[in-house]
């Protein structure tokens, strides 16, 4: 493995890469591919859906786009998750829906009680560690370090811009403003409106700062970076070694392709 990140490291331009951490190992995806490195050896290898690329230039529903994209590995059928999980993730996403027809202040403590559980849920196990490892194996491959950080000897971060965790810290404050201004008459489908649209709009946000090299701009991400703190752990040089798994079944096929 050490010989074959080595020679990725060479590699002067490599597709940008996201990921996902899992209690049993570490999702690595590009926009092509996808690998998930068990803890437990495995590794199961896929492709990644491809919209059309008008979508992609759309204001808000390139962010959605993109946004399903990301979790696709997590809802699709052979892919990281267990039939179970997905329903439970499924459930998570429609019971805001029907928050909308709670009070408001009902409303507001069912989300935060389901967001909270939700995070509790997917951050089980050694998913904290493998999520910090899972960040650091991402800084390995834009550093061109993977070889060394495979060794042992470099040690990227484990914090990361692109974290869901930025994304979720962004999320949060748009949907409550969104919901306060919004005109229409509580329903379902203003209920889906409602969060569809704080997505997108949280989307576009993320992508401006992201694209942005003002400090005032990337001071938005903040928040999300400190929350990192607490949903990542430092990983284990044999946690790093999963993510890097990933991460190079993904690079090798994105350079032969």
Same mark, same amino acid.
């Given at each position: !493995? ?7 490291? /060479?590699?002067? #331009?490599?597709?940008?890469? *996201? *990921? ?9 995806? $590009?926009?092509r591919f996808w690998?998930?490195?068990? #803890? ?7 492709? !990644?859906?491809?919209?059309? $690329? ?23 059928? *052979? ?33 935060? *009680? ?26 390995a491959a834009e ?36 919901? /306060? ?16 649209? $704080? ?15 003002? /400090? ?36 090798? /096929?994105?350079?032969?392709?």
């Amino acid at each position: !493995m050490h010989s074959v990140l080595a020679g990725i490291d /060479r590699v002067q #331009v490599l597709p940008r890469l *996201g *990921g996902m951490a899992r209690p049993d190992g570490v999702a690595i995806i $590009s926009e092509r591919f996808w690998a998930f490195a068990g #803890v437990d050896g495995t590794l199961r290898e896929g492709t !990644m859906p491809a919209p059309r $690329s008008r979508l992609r230039k759309v204001p808000l529903l390139r962010g959605l786009v993109r946004l399903g994209l990301a979790t696709s590995p997590l809802f699709r059928r *052979g892919g990281v998750a267990q039939p179970r999980e997905r329903l439970l993730l499924a459930g998570a996403v429609v019971a805001p829906l029907l928050f909308a027809f709670l009070p408001e202040r009902a409303s507001l403590i069912a989300g935060l *009680g389901v967001t909270f559980g939700l995070v509790l849920w997917l951050l089980r196990g050694r998913t904290l560690a493998l999520h910090g490892a899972e960040h650091r194996a991402i800084a390995a491959a834009e550093e061109r370090r993977l070889a060394e950080t495979w060794s042992g000897a470099a040690r990227p971060t484990r914090f990361a811009t692109r974290c869901g965790t930025n994304f979720a810290a962004l999320v949060l404050p748009v949907a409550v403003v969104l919901q /306060r201004v919004w005109p229409f008459a509580p329903t379902i489908y203003a209920s889906a409106a409602v969060v569809l649209l $704080s997505l997108a709009l949280t989307m576009e946000l993320w992508l401006a700062v992201e694209g942005s090299t003002r /400090r005032v701009a990337r001071a938005v991400l903040l928040p999300g970076l400190g929350l990192q703190r607490l949903t990542t752990r430092e990983p284990r040089l044999e946690e790093t070694h999963v993510a890097l798994r990933a991460v190079e079944s993904v690079l090798r /096929r994105e350079l032969a392709a």
